[in-house]
């Protein structure tokens, strides 16, 4: 654990599922409904820290929280990002998008654009998503 790193603490999170690797977590953003990220829990800054298998591991998560926001969300697409620059310690953004939304087609870092609102889903959506993401099996 790095004291100084903010993913390695878990205070404040919407933690949905977690195992001994990683936790998945919802990340509150009313533009992006759905988006949760898969954090490694232990420290390391980059995918080649881990060893093979825990690579794997982390990556079936990550294909497995897809699943459950394409069934559950309907999305135009999904993003997938794993930057780190401004944290260096290994996280996944998965970020359910639609036509609609206000940086589509751009990645949502990107300048919004001001004659789109934000997709909305209902809440009935995010409830169906959050028990399918708590009973992940990657």
């Excluded at 980059?46 to 897809?66: F, G, P, Q, S």
């Excluded at 939304?101 to 949502?108: G, N, Q, R, Y």
Aim: aromatic fraction near 6%; include cysteine.
């Amino acid at each position: 654990m790095n004291h100084e790193c903010a993913l390695c603490h878990t205070s404040g999170e919407d933690i949905v599922w977690q195992n001994k690797l990683a936790r998945v977590i919802m990340v509150n953003d009313a533009q992006y409904p759905g988006f949760c990220r898969v954090i490694l829990n232990r420290h390391q800054a980059e995918m080649t820290d881990l060893n093979a298998a825990e690579r794997l591991e982390l990556m079936n998560i990550v294909w497995a929280v897809e699943s459950v926001q394409r069934a559950a969300l309907n999305p135009t697409k999904i993003n997938l990002a794993s930057l780190g620059n401004m944290v260096p310690h290994v996280h996944w953004h998965i970020i359910p998008r639609w036509h609609d939304d206000p940086h589509f087609p751009a990645p949502i870092w990107a300048q919004a654009d001001p004659m789109k609102t934000p997709h909305g889903i209902s809440q009935e959506q995010l409830a169906q998503l959050r028990a399918q993401l708590e009973q992940l099996k990657p």
